[in-house]
């Protein structure tokens, strides 16, 4: 029902910056969690940075110091921003949604976008 739409994947050499673009259809203040997702082809999607209600955010230990998430709640719009891409950052890239007020419960991602293509070459 709750629409995410991404935006901004493309590709870039080793060392080069993106930032993706979430619009989502509805609110995002206050959502229990937010997050973005990656996957490769023939491994597992990963989650790969979140931010809460709270303001509180988490990363894989892989992208530290490299991508920083946030949001601006009057375009509805989680980004991610990444710096030093490395070849291995490769992958279909989705925003993902657990619209519940926050309430420091586990994330239940329940809405999902149709992903935007990273690549990066060395």
């Known amino acids: 029902q709750v629409q995410l739409v991404e935006s901004g994947g493309g590709s870039v050499q080793t060392g080069g910056s993106l930032r993706l673009s979430c619009l989502a259809s509805?609110?995002?203040?206050?959502?229990?969690?937010l997050a973005w997702f990656r996957q490769a082809p023939g491994k597992e999607r990963e989650g790969v940075a979140h931010?809460?209600?709270?303001?509180?955010?988490y990363y894989t230990d892989s992208v530290k110091g490299r991508f920083t998430i946030s949001q601006d709640n009057a375009k509805n719009t989680v980004y991610l921003q990444m710096n030093s891409l490395k070849p291995e950052d490769t992958a279909m890239y989705y925003c993902a949604a657990d619209f519940r007020p926050f309430s420091n419960s586990g994330c239940q991602y329940k809405n999902w976008g149709q992903g935007t293509q990273v690549t990066v070459s060395s």
């Open positions: 931010v809460f209600g709270d303001g509180k955010t």
């Open positions: 509805r609110y995002t203040y206050n959502s229990n969690c």
